[in-house]
T-cell receptor, first 112, second 113 residues
């Protein structure tokens, strides 16, 4: 089954404790991206990757890092989380060109 | 910078009604437009993707239209059902290589049995 898998689904942490949210897709998609969803602000793009070792900033990249060492994986790294990064995070993937984007089920992060 | 607006923010209709959800965008230089559905606590499910060269797309009871020149798209839902209750999101692909995806804030639809 074609899918985008995020882990963990729920995470509670404390300020400053580094964490990684993993994302994996099994569709051999070139393009992957991360979004955060906040009430009243909607979905905003954090980072995207056009292919292995190629990444770029989205609209709200501050406080986040990403890497794309393998085509299937695109982890989101918060090196020093802060309470304003409490949010619902989504990973997505698609092929290049005109194609439908597939989303993971989301990771709900709370930073205390 | 691309901005996407969805009106109304919430809509409640009785079962069986036809309805229209609206989406507008500020920069008409888009590649594609995609409509999604999001159920509470769940991820996004793609409903329809309209390429910039297309005027509309249909899937079952759903029909999406695109007018690039006016910066508008509509999602038409025929014969609404309680199972259609969800938040509907409009998103536009723009920027070099169509890598940037900008979302509207969504329309929360409630279909009353």
């Amino acid at each position: 089954e074609a899918q985008v898998t995020q882990n963990p689904r729920y995470l509670i942490t404390v300020t400053g404790k580094k964490l990684t949210v993993t994302c994996s897709q099994n569709m051999n998609h070139e393009y992957m991206s991360w979004y955060r969803q906040d009430p009243g602000l909607g979905l905003r793009q954090i980072y995207y990757s056009m292919n292995v070792e190629v990444t770029d900033k989205g609209d709200v990249p501050e406080g986040y890092k990403v890497s794309r060492k393998e085509k299937r994986n695109f982890p989101l790294i918060l090196e020093s989380p802060s309470p304003n990064q409490t949010s619902l995070y989504f990973c997505a993937s698609r092929t290049g060109g005109v194609n439908i984007q597939y989303f993971g089920a989301g990771t709900r992060l709370s930073v205390l | 910078k691309q901005e996407v607006t969805q009106i109304p923010a919430a809509l409640s209709v009785p079962e069986g009604e036809n309805l229209v959800l609206n989406c507008s965008f500020t920069d008409s230089a888009i590649y594609n437009l995609q409509w999604f559905r999001q159920d509470p606590g769940k991820g996004l499910t793609s409903l329809l993707l309209i390429q910039s060269s297309q005027r509309e797309q249909t899937s079952g009871r759903l029909n999406a239209s695109l007018d690039k020149s006016s910066g508008r798209s509509t999602l038409y839902i025929a014969a609404s059902q309680p199972g259609d209750s969800a938040t509907y999101l409009c998103a536009v692909y723009s920027g070099a290589g169509s890598y940037q995806l900008t979302f509207g804030k969504g329309t929360k639809l409630s279909v009353i049995p």
